[in-house]
Protein backbone atom coordinates (compact mmCIF):
# COMPACT_ATOMS: atom_id res chain seq x y z
CA UNK A 1 0.00 0.00 0.00
CA UNK A 2 1.10 3.05 -1.56
CA UNK A 3 1.92 5.74 1.74
CA UNK A 4 3.85 8.67 3.18
CA UNK A 5 4.28 9.10 6.65
CA UNK A 6 5.97 12.73 8.65
CA UNK A 7 6.97 13.06 11.79
CA UNK A 8 9.46 15.88 13.23
CA UNK A 9 6.58 18.52 14.20
CA UNK A 10 6.23 20.31 16.73
CA UNK A 11 6.48 23.51 18.85
CA UNK A 12 10.30 25.40 18.87
CA UNK A 13 11.08 28.89 19.30
CA UNK A 14 12.29 31.45 16.31
CA UNK A 15 16.05 30.70 15.34
CA UNK A 16 15.57 27.10 16.65
CA UNK A 17 15.49 24.32 14.18
CA UNK A 18 13.24 21.06 13.45
CA UNK A 19 13.94 17.55 11.32
CA UNK A 20 11.06 16.62 9.49
CA UNK A 21 10.92 12.64 7.96
CA UNK A 22 8.74 11.02 5.56
CA UNK A 23 8.69 7.65 5.49
CA UNK A 24 7.88 6.01 2.04
CA UNK A 25 6.41 2.88 1.45
CA UNK A 26 4.30 0.72 -1.55
CA UNK A 27 4.53 2.24 -5.19
CA UNK A 28 6.47 4.98 -3.54
CA UNK A 29 9.44 3.60 -3.81
CA UNK A 30 10.02 3.87 -7.36
CA UNK A 31 9.34 7.84 -6.92
CA UNK A 32 11.33 10.64 -9.21
CA UNK A 33 10.70 13.20 -7.13
CA UNK A 34 9.82 14.00 -3.20
CA UNK A 35 8.39 17.72 -2.16
CA UNK A 36 7.64 19.04 0.78
CA UNK A 37 4.77 21.56 0.89
CA UNK A 38 3.58 23.72 3.75
CA UNK A 39 0.26 25.14 4.25
CA UNK A 40 -0.52 27.88 7.23
CA UNK A 41 -4.24 29.12 8.21
CA UNK A 42 -5.85 30.63 6.29
CA UNK A 43 -3.36 30.14 2.96
CA UNK A 44 -3.24 28.05 0.12
CA UNK A 45 -0.42 25.17 0.58
CA UNK A 46 2.69 26.29 -0.86
CA UNK A 47 6.26 25.00 -2.33
CA UNK A 48 8.88 24.18 0.57
CA UNK A 49 11.48 22.34 -1.58
CA UNK A 50 12.21 18.87 -3.70
CA UNK A 51 14.64 16.24 -4.32
CA UNK A 52 14.87 14.18 -7.25
CA UNK A 53 15.56 10.48 -6.74
CA UNK A 54 19.06 10.42 -7.32
CA UNK A 55 19.41 13.42 -4.75
CA UNK A 56 22.10 15.47 -6.63
CA UNK A 57 18.88 17.99 -7.40
CA UNK A 58 17.11 20.21 -5.24
CA UNK A 59 15.13 22.82 -5.48
CA UNK A 60 13.83 25.68 -2.70
CA UNK A 61 11.54 28.22 -2.51
CA UNK A 62 12.82 31.95 -1.64
CA UNK A 63 11.42 32.05 1.59
CA UNK A 64 13.55 29.19 2.82
CA UNK A 65 16.87 29.07 0.60
CA UNK A 66 19.75 28.65 3.21
CA UNK A 67 17.76 28.08 5.85
CA UNK A 68 16.21 24.66 4.92
CA UNK A 69 18.02 21.44 3.69
CA UNK A 70 15.93 18.88 1.86
CA UNK A 71 17.87 15.39 1.87
CA UNK A 72 17.07 11.54 1.27
CA UNK A 73 18.42 8.08 2.61
CA UNK A 74 17.46 5.55 0.22
CA UNK A 75 18.12 2.44 2.42
CA UNK A 76 15.41 4.16 4.67
CA UNK A 77 13.54 5.56 2.20
CA UNK A 78 13.24 8.44 3.67
CA UNK A 79 13.29 12.13 2.53
CA UNK A 80 14.28 14.57 5.50
CA UNK A 81 13.38 18.43 5.98
CA UNK A 82 16.24 20.31 7.76
CA UNK A 83 14.47 23.89 9.11
CA UNK A 84 16.81 25.88 10.76
CA UNK A 85 17.05 29.79 12.18
CA UNK A 86 12.71 29.43 12.21
CA UNK A 87 10.61 31.92 12.00
CA UNK A 88 7.26 33.13 12.84
CA UNK A 89 6.29 32.74 9.31
CA UNK A 90 7.30 29.35 9.07
CA UNK A 91 4.12 28.25 11.13
CA UNK A 92 2.56 25.84 9.17
CA UNK A 93 1.36 22.36 8.32
CA UNK A 94 4.09 20.65 6.78
CA UNK A 95 3.53 17.83 4.36
CA UNK A 96 5.13 15.30 2.23
CA UNK A 97 4.82 14.51 -1.20
CA UNK A 98 5.86 11.89 -3.85
CA UNK A 99 5.55 11.61 -7.36
CA UNK A 100 6.32 8.19 -9.50
CA UNK A 101 5.50 9.61 -13.10
CA UNK A 102 8.14 10.75 -15.28
CA UNK A 103 10.16 13.04 -13.56
CA UNK A 104 9.46 17.05 -14.39
CA UNK A 105 11.21 20.35 -14.39
CA UNK A 106 7.94 21.69 -12.22
CA UNK A 107 8.36 20.33 -9.32
CA UNK A 108 6.48 23.49 -7.48
CA UNK A 109 3.33 22.78 -8.36
CA UNK A 110 0.73 20.51 -6.59
CA UNK A 111 -0.39 18.58 -9.46
CA UNK A 112 3.21 17.37 -10.03
CA UNK A 113 2.62 15.15 -6.97
CA UNK A 114 0.38 11.91 -7.28
CA UNK A 115 0.60 11.20 -3.28
CA UNK A 116 0.42 12.86 -0.24
CA UNK A 117 1.32 12.48 3.50
CA UNK A 118 -0.93 13.63 6.41
CA UNK A 119 1.35 16.10 7.79
CA UNK A 120 2.45 17.75 10.15
CA UNK A 121 2.15 20.29 12.23
CA UNK A 122 5.30 22.92 12.64
CA UNK A 123 4.53 25.48 14.84
CA UNK A 124 7.52 28.98 15.59
CA UNK A 125 6.91 30.73 18.87
CA UNK A 126 8.37 34.36 20.32
Known amino acids: QEQLVESGGGLVQAGGSLRLSCAAS????????MGWFRQAPGKERAFVAA????????NYADSVKGRFTISRDNAKNTVYLQMNTLKLEDTAVYYC???????????????????WGQGTQVTVSS
Open 97 to 115: AARIRPTTAFVTTKNSYDY
Open 26 to 33: GRILSMTV
Open 51 to 58: IRRSGSIT
